[in-house]
Each structure stands twice: as structure tokens, then as C-alpha cells.
């Protein structure tokens, strides 16, 4: 067995006959979705309150940021195993209790001012977080026609970008209004309790949802393709390439998007202020989720590789246009990368976990276990934009060389064994 990887699960799971509850499940999942957005990025305006209270540096506070992406490398493959034993329902569910878990540990961090316990909260918070992904985004996969995967998905994770779209504004009136006179930490207790309680209160209802179950059946333990016996998610080149695929994207997503306050603030491209900025930057969100729900029409029209293809192609084009501009070319185009960048991840998700059978689980979390390129990339391109002969501009050459990668995963690296003989 590889490092790292969980051993290939002994049941295959397919869909059931009857799919009188599909509609019902896809919509719960999106209610799921919408609340995941939301919830995650109400922690995220939490996030420069507690900087503030526990007196952080820079530096200490990138830990941030490596902690709850660092979840996705340390926990994915651990959430797969309790994927493949327990199913999705009940992987979804013990994904929203160990949220819960995480924004209960913010209280004792805030109380006892120990920024160390607020990380592990953190990475506690970010492992529920994955488990959901691990759990989720497979079983949307799964409830329907493969040929239509993609566009479920993105249908799906468009209810997430909407969350996070509503989430800034809803967080800027209720809690940093109220934040913002605080002069201690305990000031975080009740929002954290909320959070805590929203959360249950999902997982109690995601518990009591009578959802499609997808029913194991025994197989053998080596999967044959062609005349090649698998048996490991690994020997799937199209899952291997797809899973550079997500740490490519979620690098290059999360380093732009961490960067763009620090890029329209500069003079030659707007000149603004943080406030202002980060206004702007809710577009760029906004942008995603208007994607996502015009993507989720065009994926069930067009071959998904090729909208894959297409959109890596134009983040490229705008992304070299703004570095290449100033003013308000510079910055527009900049925000206009949300909406291409809206389908990529489900796409590459369900194009990599594509005839895995037997392996699905364990592909779903190599693939979460990619995510953590939000951690790499965006310290990548840090480093560069330090550099004074580079500077932060002209360092977005660190996302554009991952969409590249995109492009080709696209137009060829995601086709399976079967489809390239």
C-alpha cells in the first residue's frame, strides 16, 4: 500500500433503480452547499477580530491559512475510510458534528487567549469541513447520469459560492458591527455558539432526510480495465492528473483571491483603499456564482473537458491582460476571473473520479487531499511578489502557469484508459 492513500474499498457502490428521491436529495444538497459557503466564510470575517485581539504578526497569522488547508492533506484520506465504511449520509453528518466540535474549541481558545488552541480549533472546524467534501461532492457525482455529473455538481457547488457571496454582507451587519467596539475575545463567544448550533441543527436534519442510498455490492478486489488489474485509485492516470488538477486550481484560485486588496490597492491599478477593495472583491465571488449557475446549463450541453479547457484559457487571457494594464482595465479584469474560474473544480472533480468503481472513495479523498495547493501557491507567489525586481504584480505569473496545467487536463489529461485506446 502507498503512503498516503487508503486501501481500495471491496464494495462498489452504484446508484439505486429507483430514483423517485434524486429530487429530493439534490435539493437537500444544496441547501448543504449553501450553508457550507455560508458558514465557512462567517468564520472567515471572525478571522481579522481574533488577529487583532491576539496581537498576531504576519507570519503568525499565514499559519491561518496553513492550518485549515494543511486539514485537507492531513484528513482527507482518513475521511475516505469513513466514507467507504459508514456511506455518505452518515459521512455528511459526522462532517457537520465535527464542525460543531471546532466552533465550540473557539470558546475555550478566546477565553484562555492561547493562540495555539485556536489553531486546533481551526484545523478541528477544517476537518469537518473536508469530511463533507469527501462525502458530498462523490454522492452528487453519483445521483444521476454520468453524463451530467458535472453540470450537478456545479449546479451545486453554485449554492456554495451563493453563501459565500451572502455571507460578507450579512457577517459585516450582525457581527463585525457588533465587533468592532469589543475589547476582548470573550466578544466571539456567542457568535461561535450560533455557528455551533446552526451546524447541529443541519446534521440533525441531514440525519432524518430519507436519502437514496447508494447500495454496496460485492465485487472483486482487483478491478480489471482492459486487460489491467487495479488495485489502486493511483494506477488511474486520468485521477492522478485530475488530482494536479485541483492543487493546481485551488492554488491559483486562493492566490489570487488572497492578493487582490493588496493588487487594487496599488497605484498604477486603482489605488484604493482596504475597505473599498475588499468591496470589490465580493464581485469576484460574485462572479463565481453567477458561473456556476450558467455552467451547470452548459455542462449538461457541452462536453465538460471542453468548458474546462475554454475557461482555463480565458483566466489566462485576463489574468495576462491586467498584469499588462493599469487602471480600471487592470483591476476589471482581474475580477472578471471569478467567473470563469465557477466550474473548474466540480468539473475536474467528477471528470477525475470518472469509472474509479471500487475506487471512488478513495479518489474523492486523493482529490481532497490536493486541496491542499491552497496553501502552496499563494506562499509561492509571496514569495515572488517580495522579490523588488517582480514585485506582486508580475508574481500572478504563479497562477497563470497553473491554469496552463488546467488547459491540457482539459482538452486530454482527463480522459480515462477506455477513452484514449
Given at each position: 500500500?502507498?503512503?498516503?492513500?487508503?486501501?481500495?474499498?471491496?464494495?462498489?457502490?452504484?446508484?439505486?433503480?429507483?430514483?423517485?428521491?434524486?429530487?429530493?436529495?439534490?435539493?437537500?444538497?444544496?441547501?448543504?452547499?449553501?450553508?457550507?459557503?455560508?458558514?465557512?466564510?462567517?468564520?472567515?470575517?471572525?478571522?481579522?477580530?481574533?488577529?487583532?485581539?491576539?496581537?498576531?504578526?504576519?507570519?503568525?497569522?499565514?499559519?491561518?491559512?496553513?492550518?485549515?488547508?494543511?486539514?485537507?492533506?492531513?484528513?482527507?484520506?482518513?475521511?475516505?475510510?469513513?466514507?467507504?465504511?459508514?456511506?455518505?449520509?452518515?459521512?455528511?453528518?459526522?462532517?457537520?458534528?465535527?464542525?460543531?466540535?471546532?466552533?465550540?474549541?473557539?470558546?475555550?481558545?478566546?477565553s484562555l487567549h492561547i493562540y495555539a488552541v485556536f489553531l486546533f480549533a481551526l484545523f478541528i472546524l477544517a476537518?469537518?469541513?473536508?469530511?463533507?467534501?469527501?462525502?458530498?461532492?462523490?454522492?452528487?457525482?453519483?445521483?444521476?447520469?454520468?453524463?451530467?455529473?458535472?453540470?450537478?455538481?456545479?449546479?451545486?457547488?453554485?449554492?456554495?459560492?451563493?453563501?459565500?457571496?451572502?455571507?460578507?454582507?450579512?457577517?459585516?451587519?450582525?457581527?463585525?458591527?457588533?465587533?468592532?467596539?469589543?475589547?476582548?475575545?470573550?466578544?466571539?463567544?456567542?457568535?461561535?455558539?450560533?455557528?455551533?448550533?446552526?451546524?447541529?441543527?443541519?446534521?440533525?436534519?441531514?440525519?432524518?432526510?430519507?436519502?437514496?442510498?447508494?447500495?454496496?455490492?460485492?465485487?472483486?478486489?482487483?478491478t480489471t480495465v482492459g486487460h489491467i488489474k487495479k488495485t489502486s485509485a493511483w494506477q488511474y492516470k486520468h485521477?492522478?492528473?485530475?488530482?494536479?488538477?485541483?492543487?493546481?486550481?485551488?492554488?491559483?484560485?486562493?492566490?489570487?483571491?488572497?492578493?487582490?486588496?493588496?493588487?487594487?490597492?496599488?497605484?498604477?491599478?486603482?489605488?484604493?483603499?482596504?475597505?473599498?477593495?475588499?468591496?470589490?472583491?465580493?464581485?469576484?465571488?460574485?462572479?463565481?456564482?453567477?458561473?456556476?449557475?450558467?455552467?451547470?446549463?452548459?455542462?449538461?450541453?457541452?462536453?465538460?473537458?471542453?468548458?474546462?479547457?475554454?475557461?482555463?484559457?480565458?483566466?489566462?487571457?485576463?489574468?495576462?491582460?491586467?498584469?499588462?494594464?493599469?487602471?480600471?482595465?487592470?483591476?476589471?479584469?482581474?475580477?472578471?476571473?471569478?467567473?470563469?474560474?465557477?466550474?473548474?473544480?466540480?468539473?475536474?472533480?467528477?471528470?477525475?473520479?470518472?469509472?474509479?468503481?471500487?475506487?471512488?472513495?478513495?479518489?474523492?479523498?486523493?482529490?481532497?487531499?490536493?486541496?491542499?495547493?491552497?496553501?502552496?501557491?499563494?506562499?509561492?507567489?509571496?514569495?515572488?511578489?517580495?522579490?523588488?525586481?517582480?514585485?506582486?504584480?508580475?508574481?500572478?505569473?504563479?497562477?497563470?502557469?497553473?491554469?496552463?496545467?488546467?488547459?491540457?487536463?482539459?482538452?486530454?489529461?482527463?480522459?480515462?484508459?477506455?477513452?484514449?485506446?
Open positions: 500500500m502507498a503512503i498516503g492513500t487508503a486501501p481500495a474499498s471491496k464494495k462498489n457502490y452504484t446508484a439505486p433503480t429507483d430514483t423517485s428521491g434524486f429530487k429530493t436529495a439534490l435539493t437537500s444538497l444544496m441547501v448543504l452547499f449553501f450553508m457550507m459557503g455560508f458558514i465557512t466564510c462567517l468564520n472567515d470575517i471572525l478571522v481579522p477580530f481574533l488577529k487583532k485581539v491576539f496581537v498576531l504578526n504576519y507570519t503568525e497569522a499565514a499559519l491561518i491559512q496553513f492550518c485549515f488547508f494543511g486539514a485537507y492533506f492531513v484528513m482527507s484520506v482518513p475521511s475516505s475510510f469513513i466514507v467507504a465504511k459508514l456511506g455518505y449520509k452518515k459521512g455528511m453528518v459526522i462532517g457537520f458534528v465535527t464542525a460543531a466540535a471546532g466552533c465550540l474549541l473557539f470558546l475555550p481558545a478566546v476537518s469537518g469541513i473536508v469530511l463533507l467534501q469527501v462525502a458530498a461532492n462523490p454522492y452528487v457525482a453519483i445521483l444521476g447520469s454520468p453524463e451530467t455529473a458535472s453540470a450537478r455538481l456545479t449546479l451545486n457547488q453554485a449554492l456554495n459560492s451563493m453563501g459565500t457571496f451572502l455571507a460578507p454582507f450579512f457577517g459585516s451587519y450582525f457581527i463585525l458591527s457588533a465587533l468592532e467596539h469589543a475589547t476582548s475575545a470573550e466578544a466571539v463567544e456567542i457568535p461561535y455558539l450560533g455557528l455551533a448550533t446552526v451546524l447541529l441543527v443541519i446534521a440533525f436534519v441531514i440525519s432524518r432526510l430519507k436519502l437514496p442510498v447508494i447500495e454496496p455490492e460485492e465485487i472483486e478486489e482487483n485521477l492522478v492528473f485530475g488530482a494536479i488538477g485541483i492543487f493546481a486550481y485551488v492554488g491559483g484560485e486562493v492566490a489570487i483571491g488572497s492578493y487582490l486588496v493588496n493588487y487594487f490597492g496599488l497605484p498604477d491599478v486603482a489605488g484604493l483603499g482596504e475597505k473599498d477593495a475588499a468591496h470589490l472583491v465580493a464581485f469576484y465571488w460574485g462572479g463565481a456564482m453567477v458561473g456556476r449557475f450558467l455552467g451547470a446549463y452548459l455542462l449538461s450541453k457541452i462536453a465538460p473537458g471542453k468548458v474546462l479547457a475554454f475557461n482555463a484559457l480565458a483566466v489566462i487571457a485576463l489574468v495576462s491582460i491586467s498584469i499588462l494594464s493599469k487602471g480600471n482595465v487592470a483591476m476589471y479584469t482581474m475580477i472578471a476571473v471569478g467567473l470563469f474560474n465557477s466550474i473548474m473544480f466540480p468539473t475536474i472533480f467528477t471528470l477525475s473520479i470518472k469509472n474509479l468503481g471500487a475506487f471512488t472513495t478513495q479518489g474523492a479523498g486523493i482529490l481532497s487531499t490536493a486541496i491542499v495547493g491552497g496553501a502552496i501557491i499563494p506562499l509561492l507567489q509571496g514569495t515572488l511578489a517580495d522579490i523588488p525586481s517582480i514585485t506582486l504584480r508580475y508574481a500572478f505569473i504563479v497562477p497563470i502557469i497553473c491554469y496552463a496545467y488546467i488547459v491540457w487536463f482539459g482538452a486530454r489529461g482527463h480522459k480515462t484508459d477506455e477513452e484514449l485506446a
